[in-house]
């Protein structure tokens, strides 16, 4: 070989390394952890997953192939979601992305470098997710999918429901300030005709002993926050109810309603997932600061992320290789 088709032949080769060398990075599998509210089994927690899955399919992310999917279910259990929490963190995921209140702060107290994209969550601000709607700040964002008001409505449409109730009992968390909200959203809406009632529970043994309490006297019906709790055991509520003594009791809140907007989110929560996985370099920017830059605003109800930047990116050919038709 003769020594200019040898240098040119090295040179050629060292100028195509660094672009290689960025195809092997971007192309690398990125670890998403999921930490679902719902017990492992639950079909809507599964249809939520799949959800999220599909949306990043379509951004370009193929489980296998550029992306892993970590699943973990909480169960309405704070301690099970800690120790899932725990575990996902220790595999050091490109982010994370927990649904409800009490699955977020756990996961939000466990790091604060891992980047975080909630779902299913109420007044983030007030929870301290976040500083503010417009600006998150911080390792975290999401989608904030309640307002306070909403409660007000959930009062009316038991009423119009059972015109009868008199009683409104009102399940949730009482150290989540968002279903604190919520209570004092439903007590403030409610006619002088109805009283709301708090009935704050922890877990399953409380709800199955309040309920059956409040059902005691007729002309009562209920409404169920949402919260990781009350979702996990959102049939056995329904349950109660509609074997209560009093026959009389009625319930709101939650059912039915939440699976065309939690899928919907789901198509939002890939592109915010997206973008996260678009910056999480192993080298370059610190990851905490990743979640504040892929959204300028907490999202609420319909509002939607352009998928812009959210797919893996693709090396670009070098203006020396298209010339030459490779």
């Given amino acids: 070989m003769r020594r200019r088709e040898f240098i040119g032949l090295i040179g050629g080769a060292t100028a195509a390394w660094p672009l290689a060398v960025q195809a092997q990075e971007r192309e690398r599998i ?36 550029n992306i892993h999917f970590e699943i973990r279910w909480a169960a309405g259990d ?8 725990k575990e996902l963190i220790g595999m050091a995921p490109d982010v994370i992305v927990p649904s409800s209140n009490l699955v977020t702060t756990i996961v939000q107290q ?7 994209v909630f779902i299913l969550v109420g007044d983030p601000v007030g929870s301290g997710y976040v500083a503010s709607m417009a600006h998150p700040g911080g390792n ?6 309640l307002e306070n008001e909403i409660a007000g409505k959930w009062v009316e449409t038991l009423r119009e429901i059972a015109p009868q109730v008199s009683r409104v009992g009102f399940i949730f968390h009482p150290e989540t300030p968002a279903n604190v909200g919520l209570l004092h959203a439903a ?25 059956a309490a409040f059902a005691a006297e007729p002309g009562s ?55 996260v996985l678009c910056r999480s370099r192993s080298q370059g920017r610190q990851a905490r600061r ?6 300028h605003k907490i999202r609420t109800r319909r509002q939607h992320q352009d998928c812009q ?12 290789a298209r010339r030459r038709g490779h």
């Fill in 221 to 275: 019906g209920l409404i169920a926050a949402p919260h990781a709790i009350t979702f996990a055991n959102r049939d056995f509520i329904v349950d109660l109810a509609e074997f209560s003594a009093s026959g009389g009791l009625c319930v709101s809140g939650f059912r039915h309603q939440w699976r065309p907007r939690l899928l919907r989110d789901q198509s939002n929560r890939a592109m915010a997932t997206g973008r």
């Fill in 110 to 116: 466990e790091t604060r470098t891992i980047p975080i």
């Fill in 140 to 145: 975290i964002t999401g989608f904030a999918v």
């Fill in 187 to 211: 007590e403030s809406a409610a006619p002088s005709a109805v009283k709301v009632v708090p009935l704050g529970v922890h877990d399953r043994a409380e709800i199955e002993r309040i309920v």
């Fill in 309 to 320: 930047g959210a797919g893996p990116q693709r090396p670009a050919k070098s203006a020396r």
């Fill in 30 to 65: 990125r670890q998403v952890g999921i930490l679902s509210q719902y017990r492992e089994g639950d079909a809507e927690g599964e249809a939520s997953i799949a959800a999220l899955q599909r949306g990043l399919q379509d951004l370009d992310w193929k489980e296998g192939r």
């Fill in 78 to 85: 704070p301690n099970k979601a800690r120790a899932s929490a």
């Fill in 290 to 295: 990743l979640a504040g830059a892929i959204s």
